[in-house]
């Protein structure tokens, strides 16, 4: 072998031997690349579930009266208060700590009114456009927790824990577990309604109901009665102030001949 043919064979070797650690290195990063997207990917799938869950806060308890599930007051009353809510909402938060209270003593504990509180389904995280359902999880767990005889328990541990922000872990299965065990719930009967999706239907169907009943924003109200025999309607928009439910309760009560 000549001395030509032996430098071109050793070339060829060293394009071949270079060659080889070029493919085996991008051999490695490719392994690398994927596997840092299964971290990536299994990060944003396992992190939520072991995420620190935000403190729970106790709920003061409050003397209700005539309370069946989500209704308070009397069964018979001439008139009824029917409120579309969603817990993620900073307005009914607000109308729960100012004027519910006032509602309660001046019409509901007297048997005047029949007071009823219902979700807006999935309102709050389906206008915030970020695919969650922490409105509409949370609404399943108030009603959950009227299973166990604890539906105005827990609507009141929902607002006191909703950390003023909406889609942000608020109301998380983990957290909502936590606020239940915090109201005493009994959790493997809590657990097994909520993973069950005992009441997905009738958060849906309050969804429909608000919508039907012109829904804009939470919370909303719905004032129901009798004339006649003629039923009636009237809306209230939005948190107002005690005098504009004084003002519209006491021209229902008026209307529907209650003295």
Same mark, same amino acid.
């Given at each position: 072998?000549?001395?030509?043919?032996?430098?071109?064979?050793?070339?060829?070797?060293?394009?071949?031997?270079?060659?080889?650690?070029?493919?085996?290195?991008?051999?490695?990063?490719?392994?690398?690349?994927?596997?840092?997207?299964?971290?990536?990917?299994?990060?944003?799938?396992?992190?939520?579930?072991?995420?620190?869950?935000?403190?729970?806060?106790?709920?003061?308890?409050?003397?209700?009266?005539?309370?069946?599930?989500?209704?308070?007051?009397?069964?018979?009353?001439?008139? =009824?208060?029917?409120? %579309?809510?969603?817990?993620?909402?900073?307005?009914?938060?607000?109308?729960?700590?100012?004027?519910?209270?006032?509602?309660?003593?001046?019409?509901?504990?007297?048997?005047?009114?029949? %007071?009823?509180?219902?979700?807006?389904?999935?309102?709050?995280?389906?206008?915030?456009?970020?695919?969650?359902?922490?409105?509409?999880?949370?609404?399943?767990?108030?009603?959950?927790?009227?299973?166990?005889?604890?539906?105005?328990?827990?609507?009141?541990?929902?607002?006191?824990?909703?950390?003023?922000?909406?889609?942000?872990?608020?109301?998380?299965? =983990?957290?909502?577990?936590?606020?239940?065990?915090?109201?005493?719930?009994?959790?493997?009967?809590?657990?097994?309604?909520?993973?069950?999706?005992?009441?997905?239907?009738?958060?849906?169907?309050?969804?429909?109901?608000?919508?039907?009943?012109?829904?804009?924003?939470?919370? %909303?109200?719905?004032?129901?009665?009798?004339?006649?025999?003629?039923?009636?309607?009237?809306?209230?928009?939005?948190?107002?102030?005690?005098?504009?439910?004084?003002?519209?309760?006491?021209?229902?009560?008026?209307?529907?001949?209650?003295?």
């Amino acid at each position: 072998m000549s001395k030509k043919e032996r430098e071109g064979m050793s070339k060829r070797q060293e394009f071949r031997e270079k060659r080889r650690r070029t493919e085996q290195r991008n051999r490695w990063i490719t392994i690398g690349v994927i596997v840092l997207v299964a971290l990536v990917i299994a990060f944003f799938l396992i992190y939520p579930q072991v995420k620190p869950v935000a403190g729970v806060l106790p709920a003061t308890p409050v003397a209700r009266a005539q309370v069946d599930r989500n209704n308070e007051g009397n069964p018979n009353a001439l008139v =009824k208060l029917e409120v %579309f809510s969603d817990y993620q909402c900073p307005y009914c938060k607000n109308w729960w700590e100012t004027t519910e209270a006032q509602v309660e003593d001046a019409y509901v504990k007297p048997g005047k009114v029949l %007071f009823t509180y219902r979700s807006a389904g999935n309102w709050v995280s389906r206008n915030s456009g970020s695919g969650g359902t922490e409105s509409q999880d949370s609404a399943m767990a108030a009603y959950c927790a009227a299973d166990q005889n604890k539906y105005w328990q827990m609507h009141d541990a929902l607002f006191v824990n909703n950390l003023d922000v909406e889609e942000q872990g608020a109301f998380s299965t =983990k957290r909502l577990q936590a606020i239940a065990q915090n109201i005493g719930l009994d959790m493997t009967a809590y657990n097994s309604c909520m993973s069950g999706n005992k009441y997905l239907d009738q958060a849906t169907q309050d969804f429909n109901d608000a919508q039907a009943a012109g829904i804009t924003g939470t919370p %909303f109200f719905v004032i129901s009665y009798t004339v006649n025999g003629q039923p009636k309607t009237d809306t209230i928009d939005g948190a107002q102030a005690f005098s504009v439910f004084q003002q519209k309760l006491d021209a229902a009560l008026a209307a529907a001949g209650a003295k």
